[in-house]
T-cell receptor
Framework: DTAVSQTPKYLVTQMGNDKSIKCEQNLGHDTMYWYKQDSKKFLKIMFSYNNKELIINETVPNRFSPKSPDKAHLNLHINSLELGDSAVYFC?????????????FGPGTRLTVT | AQTVTQSQPEMSVQEAETVTLSCTYDTSESDYYLFWYKQPPSRQMILVIRQEAYKQQNATENRFSVNFQKAAKSFSLKISDSQLGDAAMYFCARGSNYKLTFGKGTLLTVNP
C-alpha cells in the first residue's frame, strides 16, 4: 500500500510535446505539493495545494498547470515541453499546511525532454 | 529569500564511524521546523529526523541525532555507527507554511 504514488516513473518525450504526471495519496492528507529536482539534485517547490486550492505557485512558467480533482490527487500537466524541463518531479503530501508537518514524497518522475 | 545552506557537497565516513553533516539556515520566524531528509540512489525521499525550533532538546532517532543551535541558526546531523545503507544524499530543510525549503544536499559515501 503505497502512500504517495506517481505515474509514470519515467517519461521520455520530444520538445514541444504536452505531457501529464499523475499523483495520488492514500494518507487522507489535506495538502499536496509538486517539487522539481534539477540535474544538480537541487529540490525546489513548484506548487502547493490545500484542500484542492492552489496556495503557492513559486514562479513556475504558465506552461505548467497543476490540477487537483480531489484532495487525494494532484496532477501536473506540462505544455510545449522544453529541454530545460528535464528533471525529476516529486509529488508530496502532508497532513496539513503548517511547516511542522512531515511531507511524504512519491517516488518521483524522471522527465527527459529530447 | 530565506535560504538553507549545506556547505559540504560531499562527505565520506568509514563504516562504524561517526560523521556530522552541517546545515545553516536563515529565517525571520520565531517558530519553525527543521528536517533532514535522505535520498538514496533509489531517489525516494525519506525523512530522517525532525526538530521543532521551540524545543531546546536535540532530536534523536536511533543512530541519528541533531545538534540544534538556534542562536547560530545551525542544524547539523550526526550519524553514529555508520552503515553501508546510510550512503545517500542528505538534504536539510526548513518547514514553513505550504513548503519545504531545501539545502543543496550533501552526498555521503560510506566506506567498508
Amino acid at each position: 500500500d503505497t502512500a504517495v504514488s506517481q505515474t509514470p516513473k519515467y517519461l521520455v518525450t520530444q520538445m514541444g510535446n504536452d505531457k501529464s504526471i499523475k499523483c495520488e495519496q492514500n494518507l487522507g492528507h489535506d495538502t499536496m505539493y509538486w517539487y522539481k529536482q534539477d540535474s544538480k539534485k537541487f529540490l525546489k517547490i513548484m506548487f502547493s495545494y490545500n484542500n484542492k486550492e492552489l496556495i503557492i505557485n513559486e514562479t513556475v512558467p504558465n506552461r505548467f498547470s497543476p490540477k487537483s480533482p480531489d484532495k487525494a490527487h494532484l496532477n501536473l500537466h506540462i505544455n510545449s515541453l522544453e529541454l530545460g524541463d528535464s528533471a525529476v518531479y516529486f509529488c508530496a503530501s502532508s497532513q496539513a499546511a503548517g511547516g511542522a508537518y512531515e511531507q511524504y514524497f512519491g517516488p518521483g518522475t524522471r522527465l527527459t525532454v529530447t | 529569500a530565506q535560504t538553507v545552506t549545506q556547505s559540504q557537497p560531499e562527505m565520506s565516513v568509514q563504516e562504524a564511524e561517526t560523521v556530522t553533516l552541517s546545515c545553516t539556515y536563515d529565517t525571520s520566524e520565531s517558530d519553525y521546523y527543521l528536517f533532514w531528509y535522505k535520498q538514496p540512489p533509489s531517489r525516494q525521499m525519506i525523512l530522517v529526523i525532525r526538530q521543532e525550533a521551540y524545543k531546546q532538546q536535540n532530536a534523536t532517532e536511533n543512530r541519528f541525532s541533531v545538534n540544534f543551535q538556534k542562536a547560530a541558526k545551525s542544524f547539523s546531523l550526526k550519524i553514529s555507527d555508520s552503515q553501508l545503507g546510510d550512503a545517500a544524499m542528505y538534504f536539510c530543510a526548513r518547514g514553513s507554511n505550504y513548503k519545504l525549503t531545501f539545502g543543496k544536499g550533501t552526498l555521503l559515501t560510506v566506506n567498508p
